[in-house]
């Protein structure tokens, strides 16, 4: 099990990763009150901690469930889950176990990373860094979404999908965009606009 201030730490910068990217956010106050999306990831940390812990399994999964209870957001304590990961509004979002995301990562109520098969291993999604997935998106199976994807509401994603890229529509389609933009640079450092 990590030290407390390990938790502390990474907790901090859920925080502040939230209300950096949500304009809504007045403070990191209101964040830490009232944003499910922070307290089902914070609630993950420590479920994920357990899950790593012989013999802790079964809470690690009681833990998670309850949380899913109070915030409608399902992550499955041994999913993989990288830094700064905000999800916004958060009801019906669906995490699943084999699922890999990376940093800085914004996943939008509704979304699902989620499996298409019943077999053992791995068969959820794996998210690169800087990844954001629209409301009511579903990403199925264990495709990969490489860094800066922007997946579009309401998509349906089933094959890989490239660095850069939009995905949009039922299944979803590959779109480039026309200018290489720096992965949500204007969100990381809005100084650049100054
Ligand atoms: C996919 C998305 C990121 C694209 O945004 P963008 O970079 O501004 O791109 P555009 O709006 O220029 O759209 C590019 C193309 O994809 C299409 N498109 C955009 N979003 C789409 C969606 N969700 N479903 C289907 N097609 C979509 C557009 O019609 C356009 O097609 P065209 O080139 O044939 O005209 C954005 O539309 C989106 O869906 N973001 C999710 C945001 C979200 O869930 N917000 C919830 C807040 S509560």
Redesign the pocket.
């Known amino acids: 099990m990590p030290p407390l201030r390990h938790f502390a730490a990474t907790f901090r910068e859920d925080l502040e990763a939230a209300r950096r990217r949500d304009p809504a956010a007045r403070s990191l106050l209101e964040v830490a009150l009232a944003y499910p999306g922070v307290h089902a990831v914070w609630t993950y940390r420590v479920a994920h901690a357990m899950w790593r812990e012989p013999g802790l399994r079964l809470p690690a999964r009681l833990l998670s469930q309850l949380v899913r209870a109070l915030t409608g957001i399902e992550i499955h304590p041994g999913a993989r889950l990288g830094r700064r990961l905000f999800i ?2 958060g009801m019906g979002v669906v995490i699943g176990e084999t699922a890999e995301v990376g940093d800085d990562v914004v996943l ?2 509704g ?1 699902t990373l989620g499996g298409k098969s019943m077999r053992h291993g791995k068969r959820h999604p794996t998210l690169g860094d800087h990844v ?6 579903k990403i199925l199976g264990p495709v990969w979404i490489g860094d800066g994807v ?6 349906v994603v089933i094959h890989d999908v490239p660095a850069g890229a ?5 299944p979803a ?1 590959i ?1 480039r ?1 026309s200018v290489a ?1 720096p992965f949500d640079a204007e969100v990381d450092d809005p100084a650049i606009y100054i």
Do not use: E, L, M
Request: charged residues 10%.
């Open positions: 916004d509004h939008f109520h979304s954001v997935v629209g409301a009511g998106a922007q997946v579009g509401a309401n998509a939009i995905a949009v529509g039922v389609q779109r965009r933009a």
